[in-house]
């Protein structure tokens, strides 16, 4: 009677623990620092962002990654104006990145990617005087860019198969 | 894209050929509110207060219910 007790409550312990919220949930990676970003998954930012350094601060050249912004502001150097840009590695295009729920000093461009989603963001568009607030293709929602820059948005929309990659890039040239 | 408000900038929108675009504001922008190459899908939109609101480059772009006196 003692052992049924016992396995009885291990097995209430163990149920308990599998249903506890979070259990077996993996994290967002914490961003606290301007970087590279080089893998796909999940990242949210932990603090303010100040980039002084003369680069980009956040340098995304892999395809799905997610950025939650958490409500903390990038201030991009005043040289460049980039805070956040998609590189791709390599010819190819990145596909899939997400960046939302922040507040931007500088500009965001994703024109390196194709079905982004942006959303939340509110750009102090490129104080720089140097770019586009905010350039993307895919879903760009809900969303404000203001504060002088020459462009607050530019939006491609490249759901129409592989075959208009060639007129993909004149467009993008042609601006 | 849609709900996306762009104030006090040179232009405000900028579009290429094959998008949707409903429901943004343009305003007070010193050159264009909003700037589309058709075709696109342009509806319930506002540019209001720009030097010129609204553009369509070329044509076939669908233009409806959008504000841009």
């Known amino acids: 009677m003692r052992t049924a007790a016992g396995v009885f409550t291990i097995a209430l312990a163990l149920g308990t623990i599998a249903l506890a919220p979070g259990a077996g949930a993996r994290e967002p990676i914490k961003i606290k620092a301007c970087q590279t970003i080089s893998q796909g998954g999940s990242y949210e930012v932990a603090d303010n962002l100040v980039n002084g350094a003369g680069f980009t601060c956040l340098v995304i050249t892999a395809s799905d990654v997610t950025i939650d912004l958490a409500g903390f502001v990038i201030i991009a150097d005043t040289r460049r104006g980039e805070a956040i840009v998609a590189v791709p590695p390599t010819s190819e295009r990145l596909f899939g990145l997400a960046v939302r729920n922040g507040s931007i000093q500088g500009r965001v461009d994703l024109s390196s990617a194709d079905g982004s989603i942006v959303e939340g963001l509110r750009v102090r568009g490129d104080p720089f005087g140097i770019g586009t607030g905010i350039t993307a293709s895919g879903i760009v929602k809900g969303n404000t860019v203001g504060g002088g820059g020459p462009i607050a948005f530019r939006y491609r929309d490249f759901r129409h198969g592989d075959g208009d990659r060639q007129l993909r890039s004149q467009q993008w040239h042609r601006d | ?69």
């Open chain 2, 1 to 69: 894209m849609t709900g996306n408000y762009a104030v006090n900038n040179g232009t405000g929108i900028k579009i290429g050929q094959g998008s949707t675009v409903i429901g943004n504001t343009a305003i007070n922008n010193t050159e264009f509110g909003i700037v589309a190459d058709c075709p696109s899908n342009l509806t319930d939109n506002t540019a209001v207060n720009n030097a010129t609101n609204l553009v369509l480059n070329g044509d076939s772009c669908h233009n409806e219910d959008n504000l841009a006196p």
